[in-house]
């Protein structure tokens, strides 16, 4: 079956180091993206790629990084200068047309120890 | 910019019904409905394409005022099931790299009680 893979479901993150969470997808979908949600809020898109090698910057990038090598694969590093990083993390992916349905994955939950 | 959905929460008793509402200040080419549980990933409801645009799924159905940029969510004979939070994503009209990028609202929280 073809879908959307996230891991860790559970990240805890020490002061100081940067954590990288996994996303990987089957769909053959060109656009990847990662949004984060804080309780009662909603999702707010932090990096999105719709090529290979290439990616651009959502609402809220400041603090992470992320690499798109691969069609396949999207990480989020979380870096140590995102001085708030506990939340809930969903990446998603989609193809590139006009109306279409994100997939999303089933979410990490990142926590600072 | 975020699109303004209200209310921020609904609470009902099994049978009632709900509307949902999604306002966005950008000409949008599409809005999106998603339902979340708590924990969980994010549900596909339905997508509106079209200015004046209806859709339904069971017994959850959606419109979209182009004219407006506004959108309902329907939801009636509520279930037991139908508990979780609503979002819309909306999907600006300009093109290039906003093709498929969507914005979403901060969440409707619906409780269904028996």
């Known amino acids: 079956d073809g879908g959307i893979t996230q891991s860790p479901k559970y990240l805890f993150r020490k002061e100081g180091q940067n954590v990288t969470l996994s996303c990987e997808q089957n769909?053959?979908?060109?656009?990847m993206y990662w949004y984060r949600q804080d309780p009662g809020q909603g999702l707010r898109l932090i990096y999105y790629?719709?090529?290979?090698?290439?990616?651009q910057k959502g609402d809220i990038a400041e603090g992470y990084s992320v690499s798109r090598e691969k069609k396949e694969s999207f990480p989020l590093t979380v870096t140590s200068a995102q001085k708030n990083p506990t939340a809930f993390y969903l990446c998603?992916?989609?193809?590139?047309?006009?109306?279409?349905?994100?997939?999303f994955g089933s979410g990490t939950q990142l926590s600072v120890l | 910019q975020q699109p303004v959905q209200s209310p921020q929460a609904v609470i009902l008793r099994e049978g009632e019904d709900a509307v949902i509402n999604c306002s966005s200040s950008k000409a949008l080419y599409s809005v999106h409905w998603y339902r979340q549980k708590h924990g969980e990933a994010p549900v596909f409801l339905m997508i509106l394409l079209k200015g004046g645009e209806q859709k339904g799924h069971e017994k959850i159905s959606a419109s979209f005022n182009e004219k407006k940029q506004q959108s309902s969510l329907y939801l009636t004979a509520s279930q037991l099931s139908y508990s979780g939070t609503y979002f819309c994503?909306?999907?600006?009209?300009?093109?290039?790299?906003?093709?498929?990028?969507?914005?979403f609202g901060q969440g409707t929280i619906l409780t269904v009680h028996p």
């Open positions: 998603a992916s989609s193809r590139i047309v006009r109306g279409e349905k994100l997939f």
């Open positions: 769909l053959n979908h060109d656009a």
């Open positions: 994503g909306t999907e600006e009209r300009a093109g290039g790299t906003s093709y498929g990028k969507l914005t």
């Open positions: 790629s719709q090529i290979v090698n290439d990616f």
